[in-house]
């Protein structure tokens, strides 16, 4: 089992940043493929990025073309979203994800509002 506390979202103007933090509780972090997402009001929710166990290997949605770098601290079980440039369209609720392959568990954390103002 996998607790997942987000914070950091708010108010800003656009060409602004933002850095999400994702605390995660329980145990075997290493063994979690860690993401982020986000769901904009009257859409589904997509992907933004993922970091693997080890923090070497990164995936981004191409929409965020450079603008965001997701990281990870292993020995204190953090995950983070830096977000740079900021567009009134990145006004979301943005959700941490913890995946563990092998067991095909997921596990969401309860969402951060970041919300970009022209």
């Known amino acids: 089992q996998v607790q997942l506390v987000e914070s950091g979202g708010g108010l800003v103007q656009a060409g602004g940043s933002l850095r999400l933090s994702c605390a995660a509780s329980?145990?075997?972090?290493?063994?979690?493929?860690m993401g982020w997402f986000r769901q904009a009001p009257g859409k589904g929710r997509e992907f933004v990025a993922a970091i693997n166990g080890k923090g070497d290997s990164t995936d981004y949605a191409d929409s965020m073309n450079g603008r965001f770098t997701i990281s990870r601290d292993n020995a204190n079980n953090m995950v983070w979203l830096q977000m740079n440039s900021l567009k009134p369209e990145d006004t979301a609720v943005y959700y941490c994800?913890?995946?563990?392959?092998?067991?095909?568990?997921?596990?969401w954390g309860q969402g951060t509002q970041v919300t970009v103002s022209s």
């Open positions: 329980g145990r075997h972090f290493t063994s979690y493929v």
């Open positions: 994800n913890a995946r563990r392959v092998v067991l095909g568990t997921t596990y």
